[in-house]
């Protein structure tokens, strides 16, 4: 048996990206899989790679990819037990030493795909420690450095950005028409600051503390330190959040000046539906991004802009700012920086020198700008007659520059053959995730337009382009509605 020295799972990974387009793939239980798109690198808890798509016998799979040498490293990593893991749909490995599936912590069964049987001569030498060879076989990225496209690239990335923003614009329209416009505007903003770990509990967390609640505190003309301590204790109190709520932090938070305040105004609150504190991710979280700050963070602005209202001052602004300076102002009236207890803590009792001195750091509150307040703003100025604001709010985004770099950015660069090429703007960091979200991850390589543009100027080198269309089921996933039906 091949002792697998001198192979990495990196390695593996190399190999992977060289598979789409080839129709010879089956795994251990002899069923033909094509690989469609072979995911982005995942920067999170569970399987190497996300996002992938395969074209089975049956269906479309779309989901994760986890590589190890041996399939009975599955189990020796523990996998089987993590619920991290169940996106995954399919074990890559470079030989079978177990059963011919792999089991998920939630009882299903994923197929095996040895790579050792498609490793041909040359191959073999890719897999090579030190051998450099080109991460992707996608149609994008052979012809990206083709002069004739370098352009358009740029033309179709803006394209889709601002497909995006208006996609995102008509979703803010759809909730504005069951909901005030200032709590769809504050229940935006809270789901930007949970990231994509906690989204779905900062958004919960605003239904059950509405803006209207907190500006009312607001406007009781309270000192500064006892609004921030009431507001905070209701966010905290109503996230499960407080070290009471926890257990676990009473023996760092004894004699907390701080942490005695916020519990006795919790004491004091008519305490509705708490939420269980093990829906909030804080593993693998940065410690200047963890909930309690950033909810710390929001009863800041909402005590900066309350007394006016967070909506109506961030509309004023944007109708008042000139354009290109519109990104500066924006940042600036999100941005929040720590003080108090918060800034030297990122938890409860968890004390240290040198976190980072923003709640609301500049690039956050830029890519809140982006995702939320934009859009939102064009969305609501459609909603309420108001064209200004509606045109203004697309000009600053057209010229925004780009708020930060993100990790399905950095995976669509690489995949374009861009990675020395920065992204310089808001709108085409947008439209790349945007191709990534609506195409790459729905298996619709033929029918994207960065797609169409390979087989234009490239076609010979197309391997997706290289299927046999004369084949009913591939014609469905070639024409999208495959990918449809399992959406």
Not at 271 to 283: E, K, S, T
Request: with cysteine.
């Amino acid at each position: 048996m091949p002792s697998g020295s001198g192979i990495s799972e990196h390695l593996l990974v190399q190999f992977w990206h060289q598979l789409p387009g080839r129709a010879d793939l089956v795994t251990e239980e002899g069923k033909p899989i094509r690989l469609i798109y072979p995911g982005r690198e995942n920067d999170d808890q569970g399987a190497d790679l996300r996002d992938a798509v395969i074209l089975s016998a049956r269906r479309l799979l779309q989901g994760d990819i986890e590589f190890h040498r041996w399939s009975s490293d599955w189990r020796k990593h523990n996998h089987h037990q993590n619920p991290e893991y169940n996106r995954t749909v399919l074990h890559v490995v470079m030989w079978r030493d177990t059963e011919p599936v792999t089991h998920l912590q939630n009882g299903e069964e994923v197929p095996i795909l040895a790579l050792h049987k498609y490793l041909e001569t040359t191959a073999r030498q890719q897999m090579s420690p030190g051998h450099a060879t080109d991460v992707f076989a996608l149609p994008c990225y052979q012809v990206a450095g083709s002069l004739p496209i370098i352009r358009r690239i740029d033309e179709i990335l803006d394209d889709a950005g601002r497909e995006r923003f208006l996609a995102k614009a008509a979703a803010f329209q759809g909730e504005l028409s069951e909901d005030t416009p200032e709590q769809v505007f504050y229940r935006g903003i809270m789901s930007a600051l949970g990231y994509s770990k906690n989204r779905r509990p900062f958004e919960e967390l605003a239904r059950s503390v509405p803006l209207r609640r907190l500006e009312a505190m607001v406007r009781l003309n309270l000192p500064d330190d006892s609004c921030l301590a009431q507001q905070q204790a209701l966010l905290l109190g109503t996230a499960g959040l407080l070290p009471s709520q926890r257990g676990v932090l009473h023996h760092s938070t004894a004699n907390d000046r701080w942490v005695e305040t916020l519990e006795g105004y919790w004491s004091e609150y008519a305490h509705g539906d708490v939420m269980p504190a093990d829906i909030w991710r804080l593993i693998k979280v940065r410690p200047n991004n963890y909930p309690v700050r950033r909810l710390a963070g929001i009863s800041h602005l909402v005590l900066r802009h309350g007394k006016r209202g967070l909506l109506d001052e961030i509309t004023s602004l944007i109708s008042e700012v000139e354009i290109n300076q519109a990104h500066f102002t924006l940042a600036a009236a999100m941005t929040v920086m720590a003080s108090g207890y918060w800034k030297t803590h990122h938890d409860f009792g968890c004390y240290s020198r040198h976190i980072a001195p923003a709640l609301i750091g500049s690039s956050r509150a830029a890519a809140i700008a982006v995702n939320i307040i934009l859009p939102f703003t064009f969305a609501w100025g459609r909603h309420n007659t108001w064209p200004e604001l509606a045109a203004r709010s697309l000009a600053i985004f057209t010229a925004h520059p780009n708020p930060g770099t993100n990790a399905i950015e950095r995976h669509m660069s690489k995949q374009l053959g861009r990675s020395g090429v920065p992204v310089n703007s808001a709108q085409r960091q947008q439209g790349m995730i945007h191709i990534h979200k609506t195409f790459c991850t729905q298996g619709k390589c033929p029918v994207c337009p960065l797609g169409m543009e390979a087989k234009r100027y490239a076609p010979a080198l197309n391997p997706c382009y290289q299927v046999r269309y004369s084949d009913t089921r591939v014609r469905l996933w070639r024409r999208g509605q495959l990918c449809s039906s399992v959406k």
